[in-house]
T-cell receptor, first 115, second 115 residues
């Protein structure tokens, strides 16, 4: 069975602060794929990043960065110098290699950036 | 390309009524999904399809039926709506498992209220 845990239900930070969203996953597969999606107040789901289990390199895209650590089964997401437009619900998701047509989502973290 | 579209965007039903939600994608994707999103629960998979003419149960299939008569369309039916089915419903599609890193593309969602 697969599981994704996002323990932070809600986070509020003041604009320009850095913030890290935690994601911990469980899977028995040795090959798997991790994703982050953003859901802004408008409601649509926007794909942010994917990572496979063989690639533990951290990734940076502008103000966004992701830290993947297999040793702790975590795939954390950091926003640097947060902006009001970053306010959204963020979902972490897992797809195993076997039966990999399905995504398992975490319950999401609601991030509010206070101007 | 319109991507993934959903019809309708909003609907209010009375208990016991039936309705069908339509999902359409113009990306020639093989895989299509129906999720429901409830507060604090993340996205939960209702049913999915791995190709035209196929359907399979997800995590929360009870009370729903689906059909995939055409590759581009995936219909979600509620035969006898219940207040517990009040939710936001998202459709998603994905290209092919040949590229296991494929992400799912989401529609804009349908907000359903059952009174």
């Amino acid at each position: 069975a697969q599981k994704v845990t996002q323990a932070q239900t809600e986070i509020s930070v003041v604009e320009k602060e850095d913030v890290t969203l935690d994601c911990v996953y469980e899977t028995r597969d040795t090959t798997y794929y991790l994703f982050w999606y953003k859901q802004p107040p408008s409601g649509e789901l926007v794909f942010l990043i994917r990572r496979n289990s063989f690639d533990e390199q951290n990734e940076i895209s502008g103000r966004y960065s992701w830290n993947f650590q297999k040793s702790t089964s975590s795939f954390n997401f950091t926003i640097t110098a947060s902006q009001v437009v970053d306010s959204a619900v963020y979902f972490c998701a897992l797809k195993a290699n076997f039966g990999n047509e399905k995504l398992t989502f975490g319950t999401g973290t609601r991030l509010t950036i206070i101007p | 390309n319109a991507g993934v579209t959903q019809t309708p965007k909003f609907r209010v039903l009375k208990t016991g009524q039936s309705m069908t939600l339509l999902c359409a994608q113009d990306m020639n994707h093989e895989y299509m999904y129906w999720y429901r999103q409830d507060p604090g629960m993340g996205l939960r998979l209702i049913h999915y399809s791995v190709g035209e003419g196929t359907t399979a149960k997800g995590e929360v299939p009870d009370g729903y039926n689906v059909s995939r008569l055409k590759k581009q369309n995936f219909l979600l039916g509620l035969e006898s709506a219940a207040p517990s089915q009040t939710s936001v419903y998202f459709c998603a599609s994905m290209g092919t498992l040949k590229l296991a890193l494929d992400e799912q593309y989401f529609g804009p969602g349908t907000r359903l209220t059952v009174t």
